[in-house]
């Protein structure tokens, strides 16, 4: 019991650290993307819903925008604590594999942008902790699902293909419907010409994981599978893997749509990963701490770079190609213009506008604003970070 408390207290101090960091992130390091800026003035769906009650709550600013997902990030992770109670023999084991979870690249991204991934990871590990706790389906969960996000049709195909091995034909024929209802409300996207797009799917995956860990997870899958440990987490991941990778065959890929349901396997491939160390003789786990040191330094990088990743605009020739640059410069750019009493925006820039306007700037004819240089501008504006360059406006006066 006193190890329990231990690494309970542990846990809670790791997640209130992060918590403190991502709080800070939002307010200071991010600024809305135009995806984002939809979201909240155009799009009328549960995310575009969830934000904009944030907003009223707590004004209109960048913290606001994003609590919500922090906040859905924290539940997340106390969810998968509470779901692997009983699935470590040493609750060492189960930090650690909560510890991995939390710092995956893909989910503490998620937790900052607005976006639907981290409510999908939320809304499954919440399910699956019903699961767990009573032993039995919640079909009004799954019923509630078919009304928050189009990518609840991979879940019902993973507890469809669930349902035929457990020989459970409620649920066979529940999940059926709701996979054919979602199909039906939300559709099936087909767009562009058949290419194979399974190396772009893999590298994502790769960064969403870290490299090494995304080959060793594929490779914990795999074993479970030949060794038909199947449980119902492995059909989830299993099923949107498998899935994402067949499609991408054909076509792009839309990983947010897959990596909620694939991340949700991490305690499968921790568990996998310390009992092959331990059944290992301390000569013979040589290649396994190699290993381990490879993969938490990477994994460590990749949270750093998630987290403190402006500086990389010193080594991009072309700052268009880092990896956040859509959620830079504009909060910046909107400051600007406020110090020069700047307002009543026009520009052929559509989404620069619908930016700028989630900062109190708003569209009209007073000035004309472009990213672009013409003939005659009278002003011209330039965001730098470190000195460099990262984005540059023009404008000219109206009225």
């Known amino acids: 019991m006193i190890n329990t408390n231990k690494y309970s207290y542990y846990f ?19 600024s809305i993307s135009y995806k984002e800026a939809l979201n909240v003035f155009v799009n009328t769906s549960v995310l575009s819903i969830i934000t904009n009650i944030s907003i009223y709550l707590f004004g209109q600013n960048d913290i606001a925008l994003r609590i919500p997902f922090i906040l859905f990030y924290v539940a997340s992770v106390i969810l998968m604590y ?7 023999k040493y609750e060492k084991d189960r930090l650690i594999s909560i510890v991995v979870f939390m710092l995956l690249p893909g989910v503490l991204s998620a937790s900052l942008l607005v976006n639907s991934a981290i409510i999908v990871i939320f809304c499954t590990l919440l399910y699956l902790y019903y699961f767990e706790k009573y032993k039995k389906h919640s079909y009004f969960l799954l019923l509630l699902f078919l009304l928050i996000d189009n990518s609840f049709a991979i879940l019902y195909l ?10 459970d034909k409620k649920l066979l024929y529940f999940s059926l419907i709701l996979f054919f209802l979602s199909m039906f409300i939300y559709g099936f996207s087909t767009d562009g010409k058949p290419r194979g797009f399974l190396i772009d799917t893999v590298a994502i995956y790769a960064t969403i994981f870290s490299p090494i ?19 119902l987490s492995w059909y989830i991941s299993m099923t949107a893997l498998f899935l994402s990778i067949f499609i991408s065959f054909r076509q792009r ?49 990749n949270v750093i770079f998630t987290l403190v990743n402006k500086p990389l605009y010193l080594i991009l020739p072309n700052p268009t ?3 956040v640059y859509q959620y830079h410069f504009i909060e910046e750019l909107s400051n600007e213009l406020k110090k020069k009493n700047i307002n009543g925006l026009n520009s052929f820039d559509k989404e620069l506008i619908l930016r700028l ?21 009278d002003e011209k504006i330039s965001i730098k970070y470190y000195d460099k360059e990262l984005f540059t406006t023009y404008l000219k006066k109206l009225k």
């Open 82 to 88: 509470k779901i692997t109670h009983n699935y470590f």
């Open 12 to 30: 809670y101090t790791i997640l209130t650290l992060l918590f403190c960091i991502l709080i800070f992130k939002a307010e200071t390091s991010l």
């Open 321 to 323: 190609k880092h990896f």
């Open 158 to 167: 993973a507890l469809f293909f669930y349902s035929i091995k457990e020989n």
């Open 357 to 377: 306007k989630f900062y109190g700037l708003q569209e009209g004819d007073n000035y004309f604003i472009s990213p672009k240089e013409f003939y005659n501008y």
């Open 213 to 231: 860990l995304f080959l060793y997870f594929i490779y914990t899958t795999y074993r479970a599978g030949i060794k038909k440990e199947h449980s």
């Open 253 to 301: 890929v839309y990983i947010e749509d897959f990596a909620p349901y694939v991340v949700i396997g991490v305690p499968l491939m921790i568990k996998t990963f310390l009992h092959s160390y331990r059944v290992r003789l301390k000569e013979f786990r040589k290649t396994y701490n190699i290993l381990s040191i490879l993969t938490v330094s990477m994994l460590l990088i």
